[in-house]
């Protein structure tokens, strides 16, 4: 049977992730949202395994596989070099993991913020780093067991989309792979921005995180309903809008869901739940009074 | 056009004459004046690049290859710990094939902390690919980093045009600067057929398997030993062009001497001077320049030196454990066809230690006056540190 | 017939629907009566075009013979309706009272069905006009005569003109004379047609102080009566005396009646589905005095010989789960089967019957293409593919949605949208609808709240949450399908799909031998 591919869709089928991935969802989304005039860098983590290799590429635009801390840089360098060319719509767009954003890539990437340099950064965060077999990294969430914290990771998680706000760029939204349309929507409004643009979208993964890899879309959706993982956005440092108003479901439904949580106490659980609220009513907060860093 | 200028702004003019098309780059003395150079032309609008004022050097050049990749002319320069933290895309660029120009301005290493010449930081980079230059003056330098553009984008590697840390970076003096129609003549624009193109789109450096990453690199191999006549026809053409060539090497009274002084860098162009005293007092030394680094010209320093009695290698720089990277280069060239000739190695000069005439010629007197060569680097001339024979 | 049902069934399919395990179910009922007031079709398109051969007699015109008909029609046959009274529509018209169901509504709905080319017979009782006998010349015969005659309490003064049957009343209210307010009237019954007695009664008495009081045995919660039913009458100002069976009968001199009542208990098996009412007779008993005494306690069949043709046990024409009876001929439904007292179980077991009747005579084993058409695990089957089998079957008429394989976290809770409903004051002085319809606006909310539960509406969540682009809908067919070259088998489509179109199944594991 000869199957027509959907022309939406901007990568092919065939690729390497695990399957139930959700960062290979997210990823398809972005794609989706950038479209063809596009040109990508990747670096090493899972989205460098679904990109493939040699002979082989899973995207239908122009790629450059790049060292692992320069995702922000590399994408610098072609987004300034097709200005000398005078092309000015070309999108591109930076393709990293959380490692490789908010560890190893962090520099890269608030320079290139400082700097305002005209590309989306996309971070797929699967909070730990999973290519390399699920070690910690400082995207891994409080309380989370990983391969190189076998007792539970003791420190919180670094807030990237804050962290990017407060660099005052454009654009700086937090988004999840299985809140479709709203991913979309955010990458599609970065395109119409000039500057630094910066896309956080968090990418459950069954491999890591220990859950039955169908229940993907259930896991991403409950991140955000519980309120651990809100979907906002934040415009110039300064303009806050929560673009989705979470149904408040039991922050347990989430978490101990997930065998990486499974050894959390009562006690874990409550630490948890008050910094989620802290959290959510910072946000609310901000939200009203258009507050300035 | 002859201006009264310093290496670095010589450097300078040489990169802008090049027309690149971006510029990232990070300060780090002794190269800032380059950098400010350029940031000054760029301001007043008469550098036509794009310049990238990055956070690191890691960037910078992370910045130059993309941007290599996306079909333009790239230029970056920087010294000592830039060029280390840089260390890991020096690997990357040349596997990438990308013809990025960068210039270094040798300077010595933490730790300690020193500012002065020492040729360590970009030898240290000897294995990751690049095409390398030891320049010994301004002019050289300007006209080597124009040569390399043409050298680089020819056999698609990388280029290192090194200069010396305030030896020539800040001393000035008189220098040609060429105008811009004749470069433009000499250097075409830089239209590769590979490119980040969303007409055409490609996966660039992606994972490849172990043959086929062997492949690739005997690839490379091949265009640096391309490389070597290469540079020499570049080098023919540019003296025709502009009166100044300086071939891969410099030879300098090499013809009937006896005892022959190898080296590269600024402790060349002092040799002259204490070589030309020894001539009058009727000595046969001689000095043999290296200044193409890599790839290395085996051949033709086999040839030059095939009358040679004795070789004495000066290094600004060391391998710890091993000796003077070009003696250890030169003694591993030479011994296949000239082993019979001993080579007396010394590092004289780290941390930019002043090499006068008279350390030269005490170079030759000491070699002159031993037997046989010995086996570790002679560190002292006072007291003739060596251990071993 | 949407407008009979958008109006008075019991919805049984809003206590299963999955939305009321999310929020409230979804307002079925009023679904059925906005689509019969804006959404008619030409049923004669329903018509097959090769009709088939034979000729059947229906006996009975309420539902059970309206739907029988219908279906028998749709399928192409020659059907005869027969009906005793002098117009059709069984309790339909003579049972539930107009502010339930409108008779012009009634009459558009029975109007549409005859427009198949069903033939009538009306005033023909068979077993009194015709024979049972004289329907051999038929093909097959339906049997849905129902249960006509009330049933009697107090055999001695049934022939009393203070003590009338509930459903005779029912069936012309104005022939008894009870306007009159200052009647005292007790209701003896706690099912539907002891309440519709007493809403009728109440109107024909344009409300006020009724003298009306509803006693019978059955607890609050007991009571056979639909809870709508019982909440709307209490509100209409109605007193219902729970608890209480009638003991003896006193006649005070001249027309004025006294009751004696005594406690009751009720246990209902849920198993055997059987009620038994236990009086307790002691001390308590309660005296109540009456001008008239309306009965409710039940209804018995008139059966006019036919337990001479086919089984009749304890009143109830004996069948099996298809409908058919002793006689191979003969089928039966509604109400004389015995089985639930409502219109929708009416009218599926007209259809029940004509399934069977047309499998009796096309030669089919039943149960077999019982099982081929069987919607889910009950009773229900799919008759338009047992018509005219589709030439692409993708449903699978064999699953079974449940809540559970509701993706829940693809939808926001939302309250019901209800039909506004008269208020008692003023409804309680007309015959007119209680309850009105949805209006658009309500429609197109309520339908939003509707899972769609196995059915797929191309929502695309599959496409959209598939990592792999493996889902694909067919340019051809319109269909989704799956590349099974790429897909991975993870099964996150059939998570995201919020209403369990797409099923993860377990290959069969098979051993091949090595060497």
Redesign the interface.
């Known amino acids: 049977?000869y199957?027509?591919?959907?022309t939406r869709?901007n990568?092919?089928?065939?690729?390497l992730?695990c399957?139930?991935?959700?960062?290979?969802?997210g990823l398809?989304?972005v794609l989706q949202a950038v479209g063809?005039?596009?040109?990508a860098?990747v670096v090493p983590s899972c989205l460098?395994i679904i990109?493939?290799?040699?002979?082989?590429?899973t995207?239908?635009?122009?790629?450059?596989?790049?060292?692992f801390?320069?995702a922000?840089?590399?994408?610098?360098?072609?987004s300034?070099?097709?200005?000398?060319?005078a092309d000015e719509d070309?999108v591109v767009v930076a393709l990293a993991g959380d490692g490789g954003t908010s560890d190893i890539g962090f520099?890269?990437l608030?320079?290139a913020a400082?700097?305002n340099e005209n590309i989306i950064y996309c971070c797929f965060d699967n909070e730990a780093y999973m290519n390399t077999g699920n070690q910690v990294n400082s995207s891994t969430p409080q309380f989370a067991w990983t391969m190189t914290t076998p007792l539970g990771k003791t420190g919180g998680k670094k807030n990237m989309v804050e962290i990017m706000g407060s660099h005052k760029i454009p654009y700086s939204a937090s988004t999840c792979s299985?809140f479709?349309d709203d991913l979309r929507i955010k990458v599609m409004e970065a395109k119409k921005l000039k500057g630094m643009k910066y896309i956080h979208v968090l990418s459950p993964c069954p491999t890591g995180w220990r859950y039955?890899?169908?229940?993907?879309?259930?896991i991403g959706?409950?991140a955000v309903?519980t309120k651990y993982y809100p979907l906002y956005e934040i415009r110039s440092g300064r303009e806050v809008k929560i673009t989705h108003y979470p149904?408040n479901l039991p922050l347990k439904d989430y978490l101990l869901a997930q065998g990486r949580f499974k050894h959390l106490t009562q006690k874990d659980l409550e630490v948890i739940q008050k910094e989620v609220d802290r959290n959510w009513n910072e946000l609310t907060r901000r939200e009203d009074q258009n507050y300035t860093y | 056009m002859r201006l009264f200028l310093s290496g670095n702004h010589a450097a300078a003019y040489g990169a802008r004459l090049a027309k690149p098309?971006?510029i990232?780059a990070y300060p780090i003395t002794p190269q800032t004046p380059l950098y400010e150079k350029l940031s000054e032309w760029d301001s007043q609008g008469v550098l036509g690049?794009?310049m990238?004022?990055?956070?690191?050097e890691?960037?910078?050049m992370?910045?130059?290859?993309?941007?290599?990749?996306?079909?333009?002319r790239t230029f970056t320069a920087t010294s000592s710990q830039g060029i280390a933290l840089m260390h890991?895309?020096l690997h990357?660029a040349s596997g990438a094939r990308v013809p990025i120009v960068m210039v270094n301005v040798n300077r010595s290493l933490a730790a300690p902390w020193g500012f002065w010449s020492e040729q360590t930081d970009s030898l240290s980079q000897r294995d990751t690919g690049w095409l390398q230059f030891y320049t010994a003056d301004n002019q050289e330098a300007l006209d080597t980093v124009i040569q390399a553009y043409k050298i680089s984008e020819t056999v698609f590697l990388p280029t290192i045009v090194s200069l010396e840390a305030f030896l020539t970076s800040h001393l000035m003096e008189p220098v040609e600067v060429p105008d811009q129609k004749s470069v433009d003549a000499f250097l075409p624009p830089f239209e590769p057929v590979f490119k980040?193109?969303?007409n055409?789109?490609?996966?660039?450096?992606?994972?490849?398997?172990q043959s086929?990453y062997a492949k690739f690199r005997i690839n490379r191999q091949m265009a640096m030993e391309d490389a070597l006549q290469v540079t020499e026809a570049v080098d023919k053409e540019y003296e025709r062009e502009f009166g100044r060539g300086y071939g891969l090497i410099e030879c300098y009274h090499l013809n009937d001497a006896e005892n022959v002084l190898v080296t590269a860098g600024t402790i060349g162009s002092t040799a002259r001077v204490a070589i030309d005293e020894l001539r009058e007092e009727g000595k046969k030394v001689g000095l043999l320049r290296i200044r193409l680094f890599r790839p290395f010209p085996k051949t033709l320093l086999i040839e030059s030196l095939k009358h040679a009695k004795k070789i004495a290698v000066i290094d600004r720089n060391i391998s710890p454990g091993q000796e003077g990277v070009f003696c250890e280069e030169l003694k591993s060239a030479l011994y296949s066809r000239l082993n019979g000739i001993p080579v007396f190695g010394f590092v004289l000069g780290l941390g930019g230690i002043n090499v006068s005439p008279e350390h030269i010629k005490q170079v030759f007197d000491i070699t002159d006056k031993m037997d046989n060569a010995p086996v570790n680097p002679i560190v002292d001339l006072e007291n003739k540190n060596v251990s071993g024979i | 017939m949407p407008g009979v049902c958008g109006r008075v069934c019991y919805n049984p399919c809003e206590m299963e629907c999955n939305r009321g395990h999310f929020d409230q179910p979804v307002n079925i009922r009023s679904f059925e009566r906005f689509l019969s007031e804006h959404g008619q079709v030409d049923i004669k398109k329903d018509i097959p075009i090769n009709s088939r051969i034979g000729k059947i007699a229906v006996v009975g015109s309420g539902p059970a013979g309206l739907s029988a008909s219908y279906h028998l029609a749709r399928l192409g046959y020659d059907v005869t309706l027969f009906e005793s009274k002098s117009e059709l529509g069984g309790m339909l018209r003579f049972g539930i009272p107009s502010y339930r169901l409108p008779r012009s509504i009634l009459d558009c709905e029975i109007e549409r069905i005859l427009s198949l080319g069903i033939q009538t017979r009306l005033k023909t009782t068979i077993g009194k006009d015709l024979g049972w006998n004289d329907l051999e010349s038929f093909d097959a015969v339906f049997i849905s005569n129902g249960l006509q005659s009330g049933k009697a309490l107090f055999e001695t003064i049934a022939s009393d003109d203070s003590i009338l049957m509930g459903v005779d009343f029912l069936a012309d209210p104005q022939k008894y004379f009870l306007e009159d307010k200052t009647q005292k009237t007790l209701i003896i019954g706690g099912g539907n047609v002891a309440i519709d007695v007493a809403r009728t009664l109440l109107r024909l008495r344009h409300g006020g102080k009724n003298n009306i009081t509803i006693l019978c045995p059955e607890s609050r919660n007991q009571m056979p009566a639909l809870s709508e039913e019982v909440k709307e009458v209490l509100e209409e100002g109605i007193t219902i005396l729970n608890g209480w069976v009638p003991h003896q009968l006193h006649k005070d001199g001249g027309k004025l009646l006294s009751l004696d009542f005594c406690p009751a208990e009720v246990k209902i098996d849920e198993e055997s589905a059987t009620v038994k009412i236990i009086p307790i007779i002691g001390e308590d008993i309660q005296k109540h005095t009456a001008d008239k005494i309306i009965l409710a306690i039940g209804q018995t069949m008139k059966s006019f010989n036919l337990d001479k043709v086919i089984k009749i046990r304890e009143g109830t024409i004996v069948v099996d789960q298809f409908g058919r009876t002793s006689h191979r001929k003969v089928f039966s439904g509604g109400d004389s089967i015995g089985g639930k007292p409502f219109v929708a179980d009416a009218i599926a077991s007209g259809k029940m019957g004509a399934f069977a009747i047309s499998c009796f005579l096309d030669g089919k084993d039943t149960e077999k293409e019982f099982l081929a058409f069987q919607v889910g695990n009950c009773q229900n089957k799919n008759f338009q593919h047992f018509i005219d089998a589709p030439k692409k079957n993708s449903d699978n008429l064999k699953k079974v949605v449940l809540f559970d394989r509701i993706?829940t976290?693809?939808f926001?809770?939302s309250a019901r949208n209800n039909p506004n409903k008269m208020e008692p004051k003023y409804r309680i002085r007309t015959f007119e609808e209680v309850i009105a319809g949805l209006e658009s606006k309500q429609f197109e909310e309520e339908i939003k709240r509707c899972f769609k539960c196995g059915t797929c509406i191309d929502c695309e969540n599959c496409?959209?949450?598939?990592?792999?682009?493996?889902i694909?809908k067919d340019?051809k067919s319109g269909f989704y399908?799956f590349?099974y070259?790429?897909c991975?088998?993870?099964?996150?489509c059939?998570?995201?799909c919020p209403r369990n179109v797409i099923d993860?199944v377990v290959e069969k594991n098979e051993v091949v031998s090595i060497g």
């Open positions: 049977m199957r027509e591919y959907d869709d990568m092919y089928p065939g690729h992730a399957s139930g991935c959700g960062e290979a969802l398809k989304l063809r005039n596009s040109i860098v460098a990109l493939g290799s040699y002979p082989h590429s995207f239908k635009i122009p790629v450059l596989h790049a060292a801390e320069t922000a840089s590399s994408a610098a360098g072609i300034n070099a097709l200005l000398t060319q070309t520099q890269a608030s320079g400082d700097r299985c479709p039955p890899e169908r229940l993907t879309p259930n959706r409950l309903e149904k | 098309q971006i990232a690049a794009r990238m004022k990055v956070e690191s890691h960037s910078a992370a910045a130059c290859i993309s941007a290599s990749l996306t079909g333009v890991e895309l990357y980040l193109d969303t055409k789109p490609a996966a660039f450096c992606q994972i490849v398997s086929e | 993706n976290l693809f926001s809770l496409i959209d949450f598939c990592p792999d682009m493996s694909f340019a399908d590349d070259d790429y991975k088998g993870c099964g996150i059939s998570v995201a993860m």
